[in-house]
């Protein structure tokens, strides 16, 4: 069973630094596209970015590029998101996804159950 | 604003039929079978509903289609039951360096 399980809800304040995860089960991590998106409270979706695990290989949405770093740990079957300095704006669910298997942009079939970050003073 | 168009919301009655549609422009629907649909619950994760205009993933009911016409692309659901009750979003590639945009969601209310 496919399965993206990613890290818990966490609450930081303005100017902290965090990187959350998602952990790949169930199929070949290395051979689809994991990406991120964003759901600000009570919001729609966002597409932040996207790696490959295979190669690293990373896209961003320029509305988030220099904002958060993408990564991946292939030998742990695990992506990242990180935030070098929060913003209260940050504060929001994320959640991790997988493209499908002809290729990210078709789609995304496997989504984690979220992670919500909370910024606040 | 959201980069491609959806009504805010839409209703139906047990059995009806509704649709969804979902603007865009020539950079992104129009331009690539790329577009995709997410079903969404209250405090629930997005779930996808329909992959490359019209393909269903395995274990989404036949009730749901997608098609899409120009720069616009719509969600079919036939057959309407209580437990459709819930937002969609519907995606798509575009040629822009964004990559991946959203629409800003749809509420769909069963009667």
């Known amino acids: 069973e496919v399965q993206l399980v990613q890290s818990g809800a966490e609450v930081k304040k303005p100017g902290e630094s965090l990187k959350i995860s998602c952990k790949g089960s169930?199929?070949?991590?290395?051979?689809?596209?994991i990406g991120w998106v964003r759901q600000m409270p009570g919001k729609g979706l966002e597409w932040m970015g996207i790696i490959y695990p295979g190669d690293s290989d990373t896209r961003y949405s320029p509305s988030f590029q220099g904002q958060v770093t993408i990564s991946a740990d292939k030998s742990i079957s695990t992506a990242y998101l990180q935030w070098s300095s929060l913003k209260a704006s940050d504060t929001a669910m994320y959640y991790c996804v997988r493209g499908i298997s002809s290729g990210w942009y078709g789609g995304f079939d496997y989504w984690g159950q979220g992670t919500l970050v909370t910024v606040s003073s | 604003q959201s980069a491609l168009t959806q009504p805010a919301s839409v209703s139906g009655s047990p059995g009806q039929s509704i649709t969804i549609s979902c603007t865009g422009t020539s950079s992104d629907v129009g331009g690539y079978n790329y577009v995709s649909w997410y079903q969404q619950h209250p405090g629930k994760a997005p779930k996808l509903m329909i992959y490359?205009?019209?393909n269903r993933p395995s274990g989404v009911s036949n009730r749901f289609s997608g098609s899409k016409s120009g720069n616009t692309a719509s969600l079919t659901i036939s057959g309407l039951q209580a437990e459709d009750e819930a937002d969609y979003y519907c995606s798509s590639y575009t040629s822009s360096s964004t990559y991946v945009v959203f629409g800003g969601g749809t509420k769909l209310t069963v009667l």
């Open positions: 169930g199929y070949s991590f290395t051979s689809y596209w």
């Open positions: 490359e205009v019209s």
